[in-house]
């Protein structure tokens, strides 16, 4: 099984919009509406900021949001703030017969 | 407020089997939630492991599935992962996790802080 694509950076100023991509295939991201994007500052524990293509968790604030389109999935994040600089994965379900979860090689996103 | 905490051996010898625990709190019950592993070498992005409901099923990533083993301990509120045969390839920091539903249990809405293992001689 591949990783899921996604580009390994992205940069926005204060207060603009970003969004990152995350491109897998007809197995994966294209079949299942199981996409899930993490935050991830270094020396952190990953937290969930989408799941299921577009649900935010509790306490995850609307300025993040997901949608899906084909086989490629996509993380919006507006009206960036200083915290929002991080690094971003995406998940999907990615099994049948075997069930499993295929991630993304993850994004940078910097906040100029 | 839900938690977990990794432990293990931080060193690791090839060939041999990297035993950790995720230790819960905050739970009234370690039944009832899928609970996983996922890892991040270094300098790489994550990779899924496996998650296991119970002591009833699991489901471990295809490319690991033939070294990997996971359980749980209702009594003791915790749950575990065994690697065996590690290389260095196994080096990583290794997370515990909880999985958002027990229906579609494929995100993880609490992580523990993460432990680091290094499979070195």
């Known amino acids: 099984q591949s990783a899921l694509t996604q580009p390994p950076s992205a940069s926005g100023s204060p207060g603009q919009s970003v969004t990152i991509s995350c491109t897998g295939t007809?197995?994966?991201?294209?079949?299942?509406?199981?996409v899930s994007w993490y935050r991830h500052h270094p020396g952190k524990a990953p937290k969930l900021m989408i799941y299921e293509v577009t649900k935010r968790p509790s306490g995850v604030p609307d300025r993040f949001s997901g949608s899906k389109s084909g086989n490629t999935a996509s993380l919006t994040v507006s009206g960036l703030q200083a915290e929002d600089e991080a690094d971003y994965y995406c998940s999907s379900y990615a099994g049948t017969n075997n069930p499993y979860v295929v991630f993304g090689g993850g994004t940078k996103l910097t906040v100029l | 407020q839900v938690q977990l905490q990794e432990s293990g051996p931080g060193l690791v010898k090839p060939s041999e089997t990297l035993s950790l625990t995720c230790a819960l709190s905050?739970?009234?019950?370690?039944?009832?939630?899928?609970w996983g592993w996922i890892r991040q070498p270094p300098g790489k992005g994550l990779e899924w492991i496996g998650i296991l409901y119970h002591t009833v099923r699991a489901y471990y990533n295809p490319s690991l599935r033939s070294r990997v083993a996971m359980s749980v301990d209702t009594s003791k509120k915790h749950f575990s992962l065994k690697l065996s045969s590690v290389t260095a390839a196994d080096t990583a920091m290794y997370y515990c996790?909880?999985?958002?539903?027990?229906?579609?249990?494929?995100?993880?809405?609490?992580w523990g802080q993460g432990t680091v293992v290094t499979v070195s001689p």
């Open positions: 905050g739970y009234s019950s370690s039944s009832g939630y899928y």
């Open positions: 007809s197995s994966d991201v294209g079949a299942y509406n199981y």
């Open positions: 996790a909880k999985a958002m539903t027990t229906v579609t249990p494929w995100a993880f809405d609490v």
